[in-house]
């Protein structure tokens, strides 16, 4: 588990009006808390198709497929989702395929459980690794401003690129033990 | 050493009447046979044959489905391909996109490898875990008869269909399309969307 924005935090809004904003019509998630707005905003949206993947790999394939047809799509996860993403990022450096991702980070700031820091302490380094342009947001105010250059930069240049959302912007899960 | 499949039918037969008289059909082919069979039937910038990704196919099929819904798609891959990414099952299974239609060709065994026996040549049953995330059309092809028919349900956009062609696990000549992934991706976008593809 890990937290859901507090209600009063704006950025799950502000990177809805984003996707908006840069016509994306193919939003692929597996669902996290962090993103759990997100993801509802775009359920609600009829000119968004929300699609849930069973594993974060389906949505490189995805928006690949996406792309072929002249959509844009966004890659909602969380950063264990990173993890079972890694060969099919080849899919787009081979093509020169748009794939933002939009990542809400575990095991990253203040983790509670020890199964998410592996992962989470390997994500921007396994990224960049296969070739994907990495920025984060550890602050509120900057993730948007940061997932919107990150989007920019997907779809005009034709590469994998990726906003990491900071733990320290959610919040770290503690399960009870303070 | 010869492997022996309990299915019958060519895959080239089959890839060439699935693509004959072909007209808008977009295909992704997934990666070894599939991908040199559609080019054997012979290239074409609406075909996008993966050098990689082993288990994408079926999800690029869906992707590209949602966004052309009024064109017919089809994904042509192996069953050791399918089974890698069989969560794609139950994701085309939510979607329903009715213009998708992924045709796995089952030789069961891993043909670019070495033959080693895939699961399905242990009895799994890949139709059946297709009808049971939801995919409305399930068909089992072992017959040269139910092939045409098959070409006719792909264009006739009543899905999602999937089909599980039993064929044999013949080693065929190599028939290579380009491998530049840029290119295959530029050509089908732009034979979909004109040259304004290319100014997206």
């Given at each position: 588990m890990d937290v859901a924005p507090a209600?009063?935090?704006?950025?799950?809004?502000?990177?809805?009006?984003?996707?908006?904003?840069?016509?994306?019509?193919?939003?692929?998630?597996?669902?996290?808390?962090?993103?759990?707005r997100l993801i509802q905003r775009c359920l609600d949206e009829p000119g968004i198709k929300a699609v849930p993947?069973?594993?974060?790999?389906?949505?490189?394939?995805l928006l690949l497929g996406a792309?072929?047809?002249?959509?844009?799509?966004?890659?909602?996860?969380?950063?264990?989702?990173?993890?079972?993403?890694?060969?099919?990022l080849s899919l787009s450096i081979l093509h020169r395929t748009p794939m933002p991702m939009l990542v809400t980070m575990r095991g990253d700031f203040g983790e509670f459980n020890p199964a998410q820091v592996p992962?989470?302490?390997?994500?921007?380094?396994?990224?960049?690794?296969?070739?994907?342009?990495?920025?984060?947001?550890?602050?509120?105010?900057?993730?948007?401003?940061?997932?919107?250059?990150?989007?920019?930069?997907?779809?005009?240049?034709?590469?994998p690129t990726a906003t990491l959302i900071g733990q320290r912007v959610l919040g770290a899960k503690t399960f009870g033990k303070e | 050493m010869a492997m022996k499949s309990s299915g019958t039918l060519r895959r080239r037969e089959v890839v060439g009447t699935l693509l004959s008289d072909r007209g808008e059909l977009l295909v992704i082919a997934g990666l070894g046979a599939p991908a040199w069979d559609i080019?054997?039937?012979?290239?074409?910038?609406?075909?996008?044959?993966?050098?990689?990704?082993?288990?994408?196919?079926?999800?690029?099929?869906?992707?590209?489905?949602?966004?052309?819904?009024?064109?017919?798609?089809?994904?042509?891959?192996?069953?050791?391909?399918?089974?890698?990414?069989?969560?794609?099952?139950?994701?085309?299974?939510?979607?329903?996109?009715?213009?998708?239609?992924?045709?796995?060709?089952?030789?069961?065994?891993?043909?670019?490898?070495?033959?080693?026996?895939?699961?399905?040549?242990?009895?799994?049953?890949?139709?059946?875990?297709?009808?049971?995330?939801?995919?409305?059309?399930?068909?089992?092809?072992?017959?040269?008869?139910?092939?045409?028919?098959?070409?006719?349900?792909?264009?006739?956009?009543?899905?999602p269909l999937f089909a599980q062609v039993k064929i044999d696990a013949e080693a065929l000549p190599l028939v290579l399309p380009p491998r530049e992934g840029a290119l295959l991706q530029a050509r089908m976008r732009e034979s979909i969307l004109g040259p304004q593809a290319h100014l997206a």
């Open positions: 209600p009063t935090a704006t950025w799950p809004d502000e990177l809805f009006e984003l996707l908006k904003a840069h016509q994306v019509r193919q939003v692929a998630y597996v669902p996290d808390a962090g993103h759990s993947l069973t594993t974060e790999e389906e949505g490189i394939g792309w072929l047809g002249g959509e844009r799509g966004v890659l909602l996860m969380q950063s264990s989702g990173v993890g079972n993403c890694i060969n099919m992962m989470g302490n390997a994500t921007q380094t396994v990224l960049e690794a296969m070739g994907t342009l990495v920025r984060r947001a550890d602050h509120a105010a900057d993730v948007a401003p940061t997932a919107d250059a990150t989007l920019r930069m997907a779809f005009n240049t034709f590469r | 080019t054997a039937a012979g290239d074409h910038p609406r075909n996008l044959p993966l050098w990689g990704g082993m288990g994408s196919a079926a999800t690029i099929g869906l992707g590209l489905a949602l966004a052309q819904p009024h064109l017919p798609v089809l994904v042509i891959t192996g069953d050791g391909e399918m089974l890698m990414g069989l969560g794609a099952l139950a994701t085309i299974g939510v979607q329903k996109p009715a213009n998708l239609s992924v045709v796995v060709l089952d030789n069961e065994h891993y043909g670019e490898t070495g033959m080693q026996r895939t699961h399905t040549g242990h009895g799994v049953d890949l139709a059946g875990m297709a009808e049971a995330a939801g995919i409305p059309r399930v068909l089992r092809v072992r017959a040269e008869a139910e092939v045409a028919p098959l070409r006719a349900a792909i264009h006739e956009k009543s899905g």
